[in-house]
C-alpha cells in the first residue's frame, strides 16, 4: 500500500524558516518525480514544487522561487521542502504528492499525503 | 504561472449529467496533453479522477470523462450521485512545472 506522511508543520513568525519533511512507502521512491501542492485556508490548489527521482531536477513556482529548496533523500524514502523567509500568504496545508508516471506521459499526481498546516503569523 | 479558470460552481440533479470547463493557454492545456482533474472532498486530500486529458487512474469510474479542444479542457460527470458533490481542479503540465485551476463547487441537488 502506498502512504505518503507528511510532518513538520507549524506556527511560524513571518521572516522565519520551516522544513517539511514526507516520507513514502509502498513504492520505489527514487524512480519517481515528487511535488509539493499547498492550499490556503478556503482557497484552491497551488503547486509549489517538484524534484526529479534522482534529485537533479528541480522546479519552483514564481510565488516561492528562491526561498524554498526541495531535496530528497532516497536511501530515506524522504521527500522534504525548506521554507525560509516565510511570509503570511505562505500559510496553507502542504501536501507531498507523487507523480504518476515517468517521462511524457503520466503527469498528473496520484498519491496525496494527509497534508501539514504551515502558519504564518506574529 | 496563472491559474487556470474554471467556473466557480455548477450544479446538477441526480442522474444527470454536467461538464466542468477549465481554460488556460497554448502555454499550458493547449500545449500539452497533460491535463489531469483532481476531486476534494472537504477535509480531504485530493484525489486523481482524470489524467492525459482523457485516462482514467485505476479505481476511477467511468462515468467520469475528460477532453480537450485547443485551450480549453472538460470534465464530464454523467449519472450524477450525492457522493460526486465536491470540489474539482483541473491541473495542467507547463515548462516550468504545473499549474491548477482555480476549482468548481459540484452541488448535486
Known amino acids: 500500500e502506498v502512504q505518503l506522511l507528511e510532518s513538520g508543520g507549524g506556527l511560524v513568525q513571518p521572516g522565519g524558516s520551516l522544513r517539511l519533511s514526507c516520507v513514502v512507502s509502498?513504492?520505489?521512491?527514487?524512480?519517481?518525480?515528487m511535488s509539493w501542492v499547498r492550499q490556503a485556508p478556503g482557497k484552491g490548489l497551488e503547486w509549489v514544487s517538484a524534484i526529479s527521482g534522482s534529485g537533479v531536477g528541480t522546479y519552483y513556482a514564481d510565488s516561492v522561487r528562491g526561498r524554498f529548496t526541495i531535496s530528497r533523500d532516497n536511501s530515506k524514502n524522504t521527500l522534504y521542502l525548506q521554507m525560509n523567509s516565510l511570509r503570511a500568504e505562505d500559510t496553507a496545508v502542504y501536501y507531498c504528492?507523487?507523480?504518476?508516471?515517468?517521462?511524457?506521459?503520466?503527469?498528473?499526481?496520484?498519491?496525496w499525503g494527509q497534508g501539514t498546516l504551515v502558519t504564518v503569523s506574529s | 504561472q496563472s491559474a487556470l479558470t474554471q467556473p466557480a460552481s455548477v450544479s446538477g440533479s441526480p442522474g444527470q449529467s454536467i461538464t466542468i470547463s477549465c481554460t488556460g493557454t497554448s502555454s499550458d492545456v493547449g500545449g500539452y496533453n497533460s491535463v489531469s482533474w483532481y476531486q476534494q472532498h472537504p477535509g480531504k486530500a485530493p484525489k486523481l479522477m482524470i489524467y492525459d486529458v482523457s485516462k482514467w487512474p485505476s479505481g476511477v469510474s467511468n462515468r467520469f470523462s475528460g477532453s480537450k479542444s485547443g485551450n480549453t479542457a472538460s470534465l464530464t460527470i454523467s449519472g450524477l450521485q450525492a457522493e460526486d458533490e465536491a470540489d474539482y481542479y483541473c491541473s495542467s503540465y507547463t515548462s516550468s512545472g504545473f499549474v491548477f485551476g482555480t476549482g468548481t463547487k459540484v452541488t448535486v441537488l
Open positions: 509502498g513504492f520505489t521512491f527514487s524512480s519517481y518525480a
Open positions: 504528492a507523487k507523480r504518476l508516471l515517468t517521462g511524457t506521459t503520466g503527469r498528473a499526481f496520484d498519491y
